[in-house]
């Protein structure tokens, strides 16, 4: 089973608002990362977690706090984003460890900032 | 960090031609990755690559490590094989890095 469930699927929230991103995988994986894809550019990494420890941070803004309660699961609270904010959110599962293995995404969550 | 660079950034093809996408990278990677965007976002594995030739089905892919490059081919393309291919490279842990994407049509 190589499947990363991601949820919601859709997400529209006002700038005052405060929502969580949900993120599993049952495959045993212990590294879990957080992308954001705007329109029409590549993914870029946002965090990184590795055993269940933020391990990687890409100066990404404190209105975006990751959780990871535990192996197989991964969630990014937001608060008091932007309109710039709106993007595709994706998250990723590999083995972890050195060598980080194949990653494998989910569906992605899909945020509108009204 | 490393650059990754994917060329064409688009391409058109009639359905049934062939195809090779490129993927060059700037420094040595211990991981590659190809995948395939679908219109609705999820990012669909094609392979794992980080060195030799890989097929499944009608694509093949290549990595050439000491030459800094791989090469995604498509061949007989079908209209479903239309959205973004994106190659991504990790060289440092877990940080994979995305290459800018090729964007193809297949018109049937």
């Known amino acids: 089973d190589t499947e990363v469930t991601q949820t919601p699927k859709h997400l529209v929230m006002g700038m005052t608002n405060k929502k969580s991103l949900k993120c599993e995988q049952h495959m045993g994986h212990r590294a879990m990362y957080w992308y954001k894809q705007k329109a029409k550019k590549p993914p870029e990494l946002m965090f990184v977690?590795?055993?269940?420890?933020?391990?990687i941070n890409e100066s990404v803004p404190s209105r975006f706090s990751p959780e990871c309660p535990n192996s197989s699961l991964l969630n990014l609270h937001l608060h008091a984003l932007q309109p710039e904010d709106s993007a595709l959110y994706l998250c990723?599962?590999?083995?972890?460890?050195?060598?980080?293995?194949?990653?494998?995404f989910g569906e992605g969550s899909r945020l509108t900032v009204l | 960090g490393i650059q990754v660079e994917q060329s064409p950034p688009d391409l058109i093809l009639q359905e049934g031609a062939n195809s090779t996408l490129r993927c060059n990278f700037s420094d040595s990677v211990n991981n590659l990755q190809w995948f395939h965007q679908n219109p609705w976002g999820q990012l669909i594995n094609l392979f794992y690559i980080p060195s030799g030739t890989k097929q499944n089905g009608r694509l093949s892919a290549t990595t050439v490590a000491t030459e800094r490059y791989s090469l995604l081919y498509i061949s007989s393309s079908q209209t479903t094989d239309s959205g973004v291919y994106f190659c991504?490279?990790?060289?440092?842990?877990?940080?994979?890095?995305f290459g800018g994407g090729t964007r193809l049509m297949v018109k049937p």
């Open positions: 990723a599962s590999s083995r972890g460890g050195g060598n980080t293995g194949e990653l494998f």
């Open positions: 991504a490279v990790a060289w440092a842990g877990n940080m994979l890095t």
């Open positions: 977690y590795s055993y269940e420890k933020l391990s």
